[in-house]
């Protein structure tokens, strides 16, 4: 009796197509996501299943497929990025998916065009079955989750209904996540006084004045190690980047900070910012000469955390134990779109193939038995969820 071909499963060639599309976001210089977008939905109207485009940005479209269920005033989305970090530093060809074993590699492989292929498959799973599912299912793949999250923040705003549970697609290798971190990101500007090097006492040194801040930070950082969530741990905070001076014999008038702030559950970005800024005009206050600008955040996205009581957390959970999955709830420590959809009262999880370590590295793979399981275990759900 032979054995089946990884390959041979459809889902493998739908990711297969999806990595070869170069669609790294814009803000790194790549193309965005119209080639994958016009992928999907010929994908959806191939299959006959009703589908269309909501263009978000110039040229940059979310793509909706909808299969009509039994109930039409209730919904389950399934939710998946387009989008790619870029392919600088590379060591693998970033749009050639080559397969060895049960591995793919390739730029966006795991992150999160496996569960993009997997969400894709199931829906038409679900369309073919020849059972009208109990609910309305909804896949929504979106632009910018890499960048400032505009895909998911149109798609809310253009849902007429709130769908009433959310699977969104990033690598937890099958596990299904409730709870995930937020994020705040922001700059402090040290703005000094400059000098000729050979007398600084007529000058204020910004990196001098910043060395302070960054001092001031690590020693809190200690502080919130101390502080455990249950499932996404402790919060962190980390000094991504740090620039400042002009040449060598000038004393530096200006030093600037990028931060990267995480969130666990339960904390409060507006207490969070005070917090930074109490800390950084203590500061300001033992350097005369020097001001401290802090700027308004690029990114302020809160963590989340979904009850267990919810029904998408038991469909998931009855799911899990059917396909021989773990049914455990955990929570992950990265931000993505899921976030924004359980502020706008979704009650959603995180769900897909791949590890986070294979995401954004430079060479990127993802598991093929585990995307083949979460075709699997997708359109398991969409019945599952109807009957909880």
């Known amino acids: 009796m032979s054995v089946p071909n990884i390959t041979d499963h459809p889902v493998i060639k739908t990711l297969s197509d999806l990595v070869s599309i170069n669609s790294v976001n814009p803000e790194w210089g790549g193309p965005g996501e119209a ?22 940005l110039p040229g940059r479209s979310n793509v ?47 992150d999160v065009k496996a569960g993009l292929a997997a969400m894709m498959q199931a829906v038409v799973g679900v369309a073919n079955s020849g059972h009208v599912p109990p609910q309305d299912l909804i896949l929504a793949a979106v632009v910018d989750e890499e960048h400032e999250f505009r895909g998911v923040t149109h798609l809310i705003n253009s849902l007429e209904t709130m769908p009433a549970g959310a699977v969104v697609a990033e690598p937890t ?30 000058g204020a040194s910004a990196i001098t004045a910043m060395a302070d801040v960054v001092k001031a930070f690590d020693d809190d950082n200690t502080q919130l190690a101390l502080t455990e969530h249950p499932l996404v741990g402790a919060p962190t905070c980390n000094i991504g980047t740090i620039q400042g001076g002009d040449q060598v014999n000038f004393v530096p008038a200006l030093c600037v900070i990028k931060i990267d702030r995480r969130l666990i559950p339960g904390e409060v970005i507006e207490d969070v910012a005070f917090h930074y800024e109490r800390m950084i005009r203590e500061i300001e206050s033992k350097h005369d000469g020097v001001r401290f600008e802090i700027e308004p955040s690029t990114i ?18 009855m ?15 990265f931000g993505c779109d899921c976030t924004k959809l359980s502020r706008a009262g979704i009650p959603s999880i995180i769900f897909g193939p791949g590890s986070i370590d294979q995401a954004h590295t430079a060479d990127e793979f993802v598991n093929l038995r585990e995307v083949e399981q979460a075709c699997d275990f997708l359109q398991a759900i969409v019945h599952e969820f109807g009957r909880v």
């Open 35 to 56: 080639e994958v977008a016009a992928y999907v939905r010929k994908f959806f109207e191939e299959a006959g299943v009703e589908v269309r485009e909501e263009e978000v």
């Open 64 to 110: 909706l497929a909808r299969v009509p269920g039994k109930d039409r005033s209730r919904s389950l989305l399934f939710e998946a990025h387009m989008d790619t970090v870029t392919v600088e530093g590379m060591t693998i060809e970033p749009f050639e998916p080559r397969i060895e074993g049960n591995l793919m590699w390739g730029r966006g492989s795991c």
């Open 173 to 202: 290798q099958l596990e299904i996540a409730t709870a995930n971190k937020g994020v705040l990101r922001w700059r402090i500007l040290a703005h000094g006084k400059s000098a000729h090097s050979s007398k600084p006492d007529l």
């Open 300 to 317: 302020a996205d809160a963590a989340m955390e979904t009850s267990v009581d919810e029904r998408i957390v038991g469909a998931a959970g």
């Open 319 to 333: 799911t899990a134990d059917e396909q021989g999955l773990g049914s455990r709830p955990i929570g992950v420590p």
